[in-house]
């Protein structure tokens, strides 16, 4: 059974930039879609990004693009997330996902995921 372990949350300040990362064991994850996702206090959790198998294709929340920048080094099993121009609003607990079945190419929708991570607080503050 994959399992993922985020890293990288912390506080930051308004305007600044912090990189997250998903470590993954228990199986490989070159085919399966990743994605990052996001909850804050009293809401649902919101699509953020997704990477395709190779990393060749990228998608974004409409909140984040041009600010966010998701990868992966499948050598390494590990998901990244470059966040930069933070907002308050951005703050918010963190979750990598997988799709370890290999169903997708990538994917935007939470169920669609059936590997998540315990998650990281990212807190973005004046």
């Known amino acids: 059974q994959v399992q993922l372990v985020e890293s990288g949350g912390g506080l930051v300040q308004i305007g600044g930039s912090l990189r997250l990362s998903c470590a993954a064991s228990?199986?490989?994850?070159?085919?399966?879609?990743m994605g990052w996702f996001r909850q804050a206090p009293g809401k649902e959790r919101e699509f953020v990004a997704t990477?395709?198998?190779?990393?060749?294709?990228?998608y974004y929340g409409d909140s984040v693009k041009g600010r966010f920048a998701a990868s992966r080094d499948n050598a390494k099993n590990t998901l990244y997330l470059d966040m930069s121009s933070l907002k308050p609003e951005d703050t918010a607990v963190y979750y990598c996902?997988?799709?370890?079945?290999?169903?997708?190419?990538?994917?935007?929708?939470?169920?669609?995921?059936?590997?998540w991570g315990q998650g990281t607080q990212v807190t973005v503050s004046s």
């Open positions: 228990g199986g490989t994850l070159s085919r399966s879609a």
């Open positions: 990477i395709t198998w190779g990393g060749g294709m990228t």
């Open positions: 996902a997988a799709d370890a079945s290999g169903t997708y190419f990538y994917s935007m929708r939470v169920s669609e995921y059936d590997s």
